[in-house]
């Protein structure tokens, strides 16, 4: 009883601050109804009793939107997102978009052959699905960690104003980086 | 080992953190010189921070022009609160308010709660300076959060669990802050880091008019300060059950020892933030991601190795 | 019980001060600095944090309105006092705390003046290097108390959660406030058009047109940062009511997040003709054909360099040490005999010099080499430092020691180097030295450019072209 009254109120608490996010006309308020969004998520983990993922999800979500939150006011078009403005973009083809693949999914949900129940939870339900999910492809998880760590390393190299030959000199001997704002440890 | 408390004690830890905060403020104004002045013992001293939460809850709060009053209150009132809930996990002797088999990832999500509420509460007044103090702790943030993490790991990775009970147990005999010093430092350093306190004040730093703190003034302004020494204590406190061993200790009860020990850590702390002139994030954090992110790893490595042969 | 009451008197007893110097008001900034820290009393960094306005001089002409704005922009209860005179900053504390113990609330501070003879007051300018004028304090609430009241009486009442009279207008000019706008509903939508609307983004950059106001405030324009980003730039002024910042000085800056795009000196109040610059007053008395001993001018050297040392730690975040300069600066000026100054003068010099962390902090920020400073203009401790922020620092800490020793030379003032430079060249040293530190603002970040500003530290009283005497 409990359980279903904290289910249903975070679900509803989850998608009501995620349809504000597209009716907030400031940066700041969108950025944090979407957190808040994701906060409920992990809440609904963990009713489900996967602590570990829910309260990881709290802290992962949080250090994200407060970091996406700025950057969201520093590049919107408009001055500085800090005027009001739409989050609405492409409004017919998104709305269609966003219909189709609603419906896809529902489909997707009703229509799967759901195997029945067998046998009990494990105790520690945490642990079984990093065993499930990693278990058998340890490797595969890894070269994924590889692949995804060095696309952000990637990402970064190639869109940085400025690289290590620009701070330490061309034979990056430079005892000091120069720096626009020098740092604390000068490399 | 570990006990449930009993459910009058989730009321009682608001009020208990609370008093430990003022308890902290006292002490810290009776260090910061203010005993011996004309007209004042050493209790007038410590019972100042008491008189100034009094004198804010009397106090008009003020608005700025087109400013977001909502996003900026969520933001103060998540300050206190978070610190509270983080320090629903802190063991008080062996018995904590719920003990969670992922405590310290918990406390560490109540952490970070926080320090994106700061930045809630300097964007809410519609000022550059309070919200050059918000972008000032998230950079803070940025450079504390990752070796904060690695150093919480490290204690968790030598109890071989994420329970705080376990860790607590799994100093029997040995405190982990002898075995892994560097990241009891280092969870030390982040600890004032994340309550923007002392050297780490920057994000409410004085130049630049109080930071996210420079426009709010009644509750609200006593929400924001005294948010932080909640955090500071709720950190402190932390610190006994991960490093510390707990409430072990010999001939005094679990509950003693907890005070006791969180009572030295608040004192260390205060003692050594008058030392050091205000840390600026834009050298910390050079500081921070080439010094301490590599030293708390090699900790964490050192520490796996001990495990792994154990 | 009275609850109220008692609380009022709590507040009463020690009330958090927002200090405003007037230019040209040192001395009565200096005198009500060493009342609070005699009192115990905090300071207040922003009205918010304010329960006393205390205002150290009076403005020449009109009311400033920024000083409207501050007055507003403080949340109730609160009080007002104005020191006209040095003399009188304990009984003006006084008078603060009374107002707030009594909840007569201080009158707006721009009504003060009306009730005061003014005549009094302009003869008072007049003698007032001269030290003991008779007793003349600007205190509000006194005596028009009741129609003061009756007034506001409609907007009284103490935790009023009434916004308007709150908000803050320490925006203004005077404030270091900017608002960004969040009103104005033009630019909606315009993500796609962004490259059409080039000309519209580029308002801020030009400084030509600001993209409208909302609320009576600016908004934010956008121009190229430092990293090449096209990001947002907000124009506003820093001054004259910031802490630990240099009385009277307003500079208009563009701000993008927190690093600064320019800083140009916006034309300020200029210090009342007639009165010495308060720190170069020795050499520019001697220079005037008045016998002043070197012993005394050293005095004011070493409290001079104490005060800057003072205001840089503060600025740095560092409030043990920077009440200490203080305090000693405050016992060199009340005629301490340098024995029993100098072992502790020793002590703070060394301990601040000492700090790696300060070191580390301070390292490579405005640097300004000797050559360029030469040719700048500058004279004095920044030349002789030719460096960085830390080197400057370090020369004050040098001067403050051997002026510590030279305090009881009894000859006669020779040359005129005064604290901030040669007194006797075209160009008065502050005004050197705000030249040349102006340059090395845009592209700091906000903290290191408060940094750079304090470790010049220009005194604007001798911006009116006292350098001449």
Redesign the interface.
């Known amino acids: 009883m409990l359980d279903d009254t904290v289910f249903w109120v975070l679900s509803a608490l989850a998608v009501g601050s995620g349809i504000m996010v597209f009716r907030f006309d400031?940066m700041?308020?969108a950025t944090?109804a979407l957190?808040l969004s994701l906060l409920c998520v992990g809440g609904l983990l963990i009713l489900l009793g996967l602590?570990?993922l829910g309260?990881?999800i709290?802290?992962m979500m949080?250090?994200e939107?407060?970091?996406m939150?700025?950057f969201m006011?520093?590049?919107?078009?408009?001055?500085?997102?800090?005027?009001?403005?739409?989050m609405l973009?492409n409004k017919k083809g998104a709305a269609a978009l966003c219909t189709g693949v609603f419906l896809l999914m529902a489909l997707g949900i009703v229509l799967a052959p759901w195997p029945p129940r067998a046998g009990t939870a494990e105790e520690?339900p945490t642990r079984a699905l990093g065993e499930s999910l990693m278990g058998p492809q340890m490797l595969t998880m890894m070269t994924l960690g590889f692949a995804l760590f060095s696309t952000i390393v990637a990402t970064v190299l190639l869109a940085t104003?400025?690289g290590r030959y620009d701070r330490l000199g061309d034979d990056l001997r430079a005892r000091?980086a120069d720096d626009?704002?020098?740092?604390?440890?000068?490399? | 080992m570990p006990e449930a408390a009993p459910l009058w004690a989730a009321l009682v830890l608001p009020a208990a953190l609370c008093l430990g905060a003022v308890a902290a403020a006292g002490f810290d104004a009776v260090v910061g010189g203010g005993a011996g002045r004309s007209g004042s013992g050493v209790l007038g001293t410590a019972s100042a921070p008491l008189r100034e939460g009094l004198r804010l809850l009397a106090q008009q709060r003020r608005t700025t022009p087109s400013a977001d009053v909502a996003l900026g209150r969520v933001g103060l009132g998540l300050v206190p609160v978070a610190a509270v809930l983080a320090a629903a996990v802190v063991p008080w002797g062996f018995v904590s308010v719920t003990d969670p088999a992922v405590g310290i990832v918990w406390f560490n999500a109540m952490e970070v709660l926080a320090w994106a509420a700061v930045w809630l509460a300097g964007w809410g007044p519609n000022s550059v300076l309070s919200l050059i103090g918000g972008y000032r702790f998230l950079a803070q943030g940025l450079a504390y959060e990752l070796p904060h993490m690695f150093a919480l790991t490290t204690a968790g990775l030598g109890a071989e669990s994420l329970r705080v009970s376990d860790v607590v147990g799994a100093q029997q005999g040995l405190w982990f802050a002898v075995w892994m010093p560097a990241a009891f430092a280092v969870y030390l350093l982040s600890a004032a880091a994340m309550s923007y306190w002392g050297p780490f004040g920057y994000p409410l730093g004085g130049d630049a008019a109080g930071g996210a703190v420079a426009e709010y003034s009644g509750v609200d302004r006593l929400l924001l300060l005294g948010g932080r020494w909640l955090l500071l204590v709720a950190t402190a406190a932390f610190s006994v059950p991960l490093f510390l061993g707990g409430g072990q200790g010999p001939l005094l009860p679990g509950w003693a020892w907890t005070l006791l020990k969180t009572a030295a850590v608040l004192a260390v702390l205060i003692a050594a933030r008058r030392m050091l002139p205000v840390l600026r994030a834009d050298r910390y954090m050079e500081f921070a991601w080439m010094v301490l992110v590599p030293l708390t790893l090699l900790q964490a490595l050192f520490v796996a190795v001990v495990v792994l042969n154990r | 019980m009275d609850l109220i009451g008692v609380l009022r008197r709590v507040v009463a007893r020690r009330p958090p001060v927002l200090l405003v110097a007037m230019p040209g008001a040192t001395r009565e900034r200096l005198a009500v600095e060493a009342e609070l820290t005699r009192r115990g009393w905090p300071s207040a960094a922003s009205p918010a944090a304010a329960a006393g306005l205390v205002v150290a001089g009076l403005p020449g002409g009109e009311r400033p309105r920024w000083l409207e704005g501050l007055w507003h922009g403080m949340p109730r209860p609160k009080a007002h006092v104005a020191v006209d005179h040095a003399g009188d900053a304990s009984h003006a504390l006084g008078v603060l705390s009374g107002l707030l113990a009594t909840g007569r609330e201080g009158e707006a501070p721009w009504a003060v003046s009306t009730g005061s003879p003014r005549e009094a007051r302009g003869a008072g300018r007049q003698d007032r290097g001269g030290g003991q004028g008779a007793h003349r304090r600007q205190e509000t609430g006194g005596r028009d108390e009741r129609g003061g009241r009756g007034e506001r009486g409609g907007r009284e009442g103490h935790g009023s959660t009434n916004g308007r009279d709150g908000r803050s207008e320490w925006g203004g000019r005077g404030s270091h406030s900017g608002h960004h706008g969040r009103d104005g509903r033009d630019g909606l939508d315009s993500a796609h058009g962004r490259d059409g609307h080039g000309g519209h983004g580029e308002a801020g950059g030009q400084g030509g047109h600001r993209e409208g106001v909302t609320a009576g405030l600016p908004m934010a324009g956008r121009a190229d940062d430092r990293d090449g980003l096209r990001l947002d730039r907000l124009h506003l002024p820093l001054g004259p009511a910031l802490a630990d910042w240099p009385a009277g000085l307003v500079l208009d800056v563009a701000l993008q997040g927190d690093v600064l795009q320019s800083a140009e000196e916006h034309p300020g109040e200029a210090a009342p003709a007639g009165r010495y610059p308060y720190w170069s007053e020795p050499w520019l008395r001697a220079a005037g054909g008045e016998a002043v001993t070197r012993g005394a001018a050293e005095r004011r050297r070493c409290a001079s360099h104490l005060d800057s040392v003072g205001r840089f730690l503060a600025v740095s975040g560092w409030p043990r040490p920077a009440a200490r300069a203080r305090g000693l600066r405050d016992r060199l000026l009340h005629g301490a005999a340098a024995g029993d100054v100098a072992p502790e003068v020793l002590r703070l010099t060394r301990g601040v010099a000492r700090s790696r962390t300060l070191r580390w902090l301070t390292r490579g920020l405005g640097e300004l080499p000797a050559g360029r400073a030469g040719e700048l203009g500058v004279t004095g401790p920044a030349l002789t430092a030719g460096g960085d922020v830390h080197a400057r620092l370090c020369v004050w800490l040098r001067e403050i020691e051997c002026s510590v020793h030279r305090m009881d030379d009894a000859r006669a003032v020779a040359d005129a180097g005064g604290p901030r430079g040669r007194l006797d060249g075209g160009l008065p040293p502050s005004r050197a030295l705000l030249d040349a530190l102006l340059p090395l603002l845009p592209g700091a970040e906000f903290a290191c450019a408060r940094l750079v500003l304090a470790s010049f530290d220009p005194d604007p009283d001798e911006f009116a072209g006292a350098g001449h005497a």
């Open positions: 400031s700041a308020r944090y957190l602590d570990y309260v990881v709290v802290l949080t250090i939107m407060a970091i939150g700025v006011v520093m590049y919107m078009m408009n001055p500085a997102g800090l005027v009001p403005m739409s973009h520690d104003h400025r000091r626009p704002v020098p740092g604390g440890v000068g490399r």
